[in-house]
């Protein structure tokens, strides 16, 4: 595999971490259930663990940083999560917009 395709796949790895990391961000003060946090919180530490870890392994392929996700895309999803969740921030609708998200 050539250097650029290991670092695009670094690079898109990195983003949806990143992404990952934002969304729960957004929501997790809209969450009620105690436990549904804390599987959130865990999930949230999985994927900095991830992004994490592509920080550490890039520099064996380029001296420079990780691409994250753009500020439009953040605004973007914190926009489209306030929108969803305006008549309904229940616990089940954070939980079906994550998984989405992940799909």
């Known amino acids: 595999m050539s250097k650029k395709i290991e670092i695009d796949v670094l690079d898109e790895l990195n983003k949806g971490a990143c992404m990952g990391m934002d969304a729960i961000k957004f929501v997790l003060d809209k969450v009620d259930d105690k436990k549904f946090r804390d599987i959130l919180e865990r999930q ?60």
């Open 44 to 103: 949230y530490e999985g994927y900095k663990r991830i992004s994490e870890s592509i920080c550490e392994l890039y520099p064996e392929y380029s001296h420079d940083e990780p691409r994250e996700t753009s500020t439009m895309n953040k605004v973007m999803t914190w926009y489209g999560i306030e929108m969803k969740t305006f008549m309904d921030n229940s616990d089940s609708k954070i939980a079906e917009l994550l998984l989405q998200g992940t799909n």
